[in-house]
Nanobody, 124 residues
């Protein structure tokens, strides 16, 4: 059974930092792409960042330069390091795993496995 579990969410001040973790069981993520999406209240779920099996990271314009996605060495997990946080980053963050190609890595439909989400709240 595949499970993705997010952790590390919480509250931060604008300009602060948080690190989210996505721990995966039942799936060797070295062969899969992993992405982070987020959903703010009243909005659709949106792509944040991804790292494909080739280890090429890709970011939404809104977070590029502030967020970093990386695989955790020796563990079946992925980090999302978030810095210079803004109130607009407030959302539930979800990690997802799948086998997207370059042109589909931002699409929800490219990922077959999803976590339950973790709340991130940024105050001004």
């Amino acid at each position: 059974q595949v499970q993705l579990v997010e952790s590390g969410g919480g509250s931060a001040q604008a300009g602060g930092s948080l690190r989210l973790s996505c721990s995966v069981s039942g799936l060797p993520i070295r062969n899969y792409g992993v992405a982070w999406f987020r959903q703010a209240p009243g909005k659709e779920r949106a792509f944040v960042a991804s790292i494909r099996a080739s280890n090429n990271p890709y970011y939404a314009d809104s977070v590029r330069g502030r967020f970093t996605i990386s695989r955790v060495g020796g563990k079946n997990a992925v980090y999302l390091e978030m810095s210079n946080l803004e109130p607009e980053d407030t959302a539930v963050y979800y990690c997802a795993a799948g086998r997207p190609i370059q042109s589909t890595q931002t699409l929800i439909t490219a990922y077959s496995y999803w976590g339950q989400g973790t709340q991130v709240t940024v105050s001004s």
